[in-house]
């Protein structure tokens, strides 16, 4: 798998994403619903014109003669010509957020080897309000615009990064982990979440409600390559977890062991 | 009172702030204390260099023969020549994104003909991280890059913003008003959820904690010239709150009178 031309890919996939829609972010046409995506969730306009312009890159790179399968959040799996190669795309994760036009909303990719979280090799996130990119290539680390990050040197900030579906349901058994941050932050964005715990920027990412393979894909790498840990709400690997549109886990993700076992605890405690 | 030759002053505030911290956010130099500012907080590296590209532009100002006295978070008061003219700042606001790099973090700045919250003539935000600028001019109405904001008009969203200083006390109390809500944002910079709001992002913030006037004199406005509605958690205007440094009230303001009822009415029956 040749990663870096990949990444060039991806880097391709988030300009065009970046120009089709962000002249829409906030409007009423953003959030036109045209249909249900493969994932079971409703497709907004927004939704789709992202989709359209990672397709567009796709398609580019199946004529020049790239074999692979694509699975994305609204049109389900696609196959190019058939291959081992998986590309897993959200290409707007935080829907709610750009419908609206609160800014903090991405695409999300990564390029697999096979079937599984594990067989992940490239990741790639783009925060579209601001332009930041993230990636990370597996062995070769994690980059915010092209800039290495590295989690081990990292000071801590004391805070965390909040995601659930339902508040009333999932907020109260969480209180116990969030009581012992400085600052809680319920932004709307798994993807960059998990992009901004790699960057430093947060010490945890607490996603309460099972998540997709989509959402979480890059991120996971991410913040592995950054130095991080991410697991399952019991502490396991997301390894097996397989690439696809199912809701699967919650999931736990820390800058460090030491943050990532006390958050474990705090959990079984309460 | 020239509303329109000040709302050049305050972007061209904008344009130096973002050109002087833009490369220190979510760095260690932006998080380096540099002493206590006058409202009693923690003054670090970016908001002092912030308030500096302010002063900058108020130090033209006032070579020019303009004359009015200086409230801000960092320095606290400064006379520049006297006069009834109040100019109130928070250099950045959301100084725990702006330091950890999370990308949610302002600038605001409002005029005023007095010393009271009633007399804020002119009210500006600039979201750094996108550039965003949001004002509000006096019987004038709200813009957001040159775009008239209006309530009126505009779709309901059922996101509602949230912030507060201690998670533990202030989030039980409000778990009423947020179930009535599809979705909860904790971002972290009450300007800039002012400003969303009075853009149709959000249908409701809420901020339980106490608040200092420069936190929200911009956004009053914002919210006032769009349609929207804000107040204390009585529901009683904040028109004769002082402009100053000190922690005031909390904030209850909304998208139209309908929405703003339904969370009081939620409030007491809490």
Redesign the interface.
Known sequence: VDNFSWLNAFKEMGTRVRDSVLDMI?S?RA?EKIGEGASGDTTSAVDKVAEDAIVSVLNEASSAGETFKFISEELGERDFGGGELVIIADPIDGS?NA??????FSTSVALASGSRIADVTLGYII?I??G?EFWAVKGEGAFRNGVRLGLAKS?R?G?MS?ECRN??RD?PPA?SV??SF???????SIALDLA?LA????DLVYVASPSRSFDFAAGWLLVKEAGGVITDMEGSPLDEIPLGLTRTIPILAAADNDIHSRALKAMKAA
């Open positions: 906030g009423d959030g709610n419908k609206t036009g609160m800014p903090y925060n309000s601001t930041e000071a900030t805070m909040f508040l009333s907020l209180m969030m009581s400085r600052k809680v932050r319920l932004m709307g901004y960057s430093g920027s947060t």
